[in-house]
């Protein structure tokens, strides 16, 4: 039978991006957006890492195993990292997606091994299990840049595995998860510059106009539209959310009645 989500489930998800949003931003994820996640998806610890690969480095390491929390940047390599760096390339969990596999899809560990096999794994065996490492693990990958590898990783320690209503909704939850922190990121940094005209477009933009009907209201061309709304996604990094993230500023800059916080951008 197939899994569905209840609408105390859609309720949970949305509190994950609502809360990420509200809370104050940091280089990762909001620590409520991790907060929200273990309430919607229980486990032992849960992590947020951003790897890359290409020279060795843990750029970002982020984890909440309920009776602490650590962020760190630029951590140093340990004996530990070096049996990850060597592992992991043939852990199959890792290899899915290195090796050309769906980024987007929402792994554990039992999709790729028995508890037994997974034990006799060299990565699970070598840098797991001496860091007392758990017995299922829920893998949500985000996009990141070549190289680079940027995961939320969710252990038990114990009972049962991660179920496939679990997994279902973390899929749902993946590309607002990747939201939230470009959110995070543009929040720590301030909302980009932008010029007068982009101002206005961004404004009817918000109001779900067309391009068509945005040409018309400021007689340009839809083709000058279109490279406006494109120059906004490469400072904002994203189209459809772009209006709704910028708009109280642009109703500061630009002097206007406030628009409503919707509408699709269409660049």
């Known amino acids: 039978m197939a899994e569905t989500v209840s609408e105390n489930d859609l309720r949970a998800l ?17 620590w409520a957006t991790l907060d929200a996640l273990a309430h919607l998806v229980p486990c032992d610890e849960l992590d947020f890492a951003e790897l890359d690969r290409a020279h060795r480095r843990i750029i970002i390491s982020q984890a909440d195993d309920g009776g602490g929390r650590e962020l760190e940047f630029d951590v140093a390599e340990s004996p ?16 899915y997606t290195l090796r ?31 860091l007392g490492g758990g017995k299922h693990c829920l893998i949500t990958t985000l996009p990141a840049a070549p190289g680079h590898t940027r995961r939320v990783l969710m252990y038990r320690d114990s009972g049962h595995d991660f179920t496939d209503r679990e997994v279902l909704m973390l899929q749902l ?12 990121q543009r929040r720590r940094n301030g909302v980009p510059r932008l010029s007068r005209r982009e101002l ?17 209201e400021l007689f340009i061309s839809v083709a000058t539209v279109r490279k406006h709304l494109e120059h906004i996604y490469d400072r904002t990094g994203v189209r459809a959310a772009a209006a709704a993230l910028v708009l109280p500023q642009v109703e500061r800059a630009g002097n206007a009645p406030a628009a409503a916080p919707e509408g699709t951008i269409h660049p």
């Open 100 to 130: 050309g596999g769906n980024h987007t899809r929402v792994v554990r560990w039992s999709d790729f091994y028995t508890q037994t096999e997974l034990r006799n794994t060299p990565l699970y065996a070598e840098y797991y299990r001496p």
């Open 173 to 184: 939850l993946r590309p607002h998860l990747y939201e939230v922190y470009l959110d995070a």
């Open 80 to 95: 530990g990292s070096v049996m990850y760096w060597e592992h992991s390339p043939g852990f199959l969990p890792c290899a």
């Open 200 to 216: 206005q477009v961004l404004q009817l933009a918000a109001q779900a106009l067309s391009n068509a009907d945005i040409a018309r």
């Open 14 to 30: 949305l509190a994950v991006v609502e809360d990420g949003r509200r809370d104050e931003p940091n280089n990762a994820l909001p």
